[in-house]
């Protein structure tokens, strides 16, 4: 990362435009931008993926992308930034109009399916996409969005992590960012202790509600030496001065760039807070979450939740596995 800098005159002047100082001296100035890393390859489902981005793949009739934009046009968000790779225009096309289709459901009288696909879309202007070029890992991701981003704090979302809640995981950390003063914001979630050496993991302090200040974090931990069981989930609020902290880290295992180490150097001069926000997380990057995510969410749906548990209560009756 030492090739990267910061030149004299780019909009973000990381260094000069440094308008927090110190701990507890915050403004919470409002969360308008949300960075979305789309740029991964989806190995563990091909050959699903081979052709199609696994941010694409649905649960129920929503592909996973959509859900994430949909919980952060939910908290507030007008700026929309895709982190993509190659093979992943069908993303762009996914917030695009399509004026062929919209025509045929428009002679055809489908007045319903036209009016779900322009609730879906962003604003005009609001969408905006850069490449990863290379596959140097979250944090590395996270950079590319810089230009896009500015000198303001951005939300964070993994799409692949799927928030079940409501209101919406990023609305509550909102809530939550807005409360304590702004600052940095993690939502957090509880995992058995034997699986915290899978996850980053974070220190809690000073508890009040859900929320509570964060005095540490570690990578993949060992159980003896992890702070708490309270894992990284998927979704942040971080103050600008994370991409400088990107910029000076030295890439890990792989040639990667992780942003937790960036998190972490930032936890010296930036206050850190956590949210065990009120809601289920399903990891659709994995197939058993996947599919749980479609299982859960199709039985929630008016239109097909009854017929739906119907079938697979006779799916679990034939099998005789229950």
Request: one cysteine or more; glycine letters at 10%.
């Amino acid at each position: 990362m030492s090739s990267l800098t910061i030149r004299e005159g780019n909009h973000l002047r990381i260094a000069a435009l440094r308008t927090i100082l110190t701990r507890g001296e915050y403004v919470a100035r409002p969360i308008k931008t949300a960075v979305f890393p789309v740029a991964g390859l989806g190995t563990r489902f091909l050959p699903a993926t081979k052709a199609m981005p696994k941010e694409m793949l649905t649960v129920v009739d929503r592909p996973v992308i959509q859900l994430a934009v949909d919980e952060a046009r939910e908290a507030g968000i007008e700026h929309f930034v895709f982190v993509t790779g190659r093979n992943k225009g069908v993303i762009e096309d996914h917030f695009d109009k399509q004026y062929e289709l919209e025509s045929t459901l428009r002679a055809r009288g489908k007045s319903a399916e036209l009016a779900l696909l322009e609730q879906d879309l962003p604003g005009a202007g609001q969408t905006s996409f850069t490449r990863q070029q290379e596959p140097l890992g979250l944090g590395h991701a996270v950079w590319c969005a810089r230009n896009l981003v500015g000198n303001e704090p951005f939300a964070l979302l993994l799409p692949d992590m799927v928030m079940h809640a409501r209101p919406g995981c990023l609305k509550q950390m909102i809530d939550v960012y807005n409360a304590r003063g702004g600052g940095n914001v993690i939502a957090v979630e509880e995992v058995p202790w034997e699986q915290v050496h899978r996850y980053g993991i974070v220190g809690a302090t000073n508890w009040d509600g859900n929320a509570f200040g964060i005095d540490r974090m570690v990578e993949k931990p060992k159980r003896e030496a992890a702070p708490s069981n309270l894992i990284i989930s998927g979704r942040y609020i971080l103050q600008p001065e994370v991409f400088a902290e990107i910029e000076r880290q030295e890439p890990g295992a792989g040639g990667e760039i992780q942003i937790t180490d960036a998190m972490i150097r930032l936890m010296a001069s930036q206050p850190f807070h956590g949210l065990k926000y009120e809601g289920t997380t399903y990891d659709c990057g994995d197939k058993i979450g996947f599919l749980s995510a479609n299982v859960a969410f199709a039985l929630e749906r008016d239109d097909i939740g009854p017929g739906f548990r119907d079938a697979l209560k006779r799916i679990l009756d034939k099998r005789g596995d229950f």
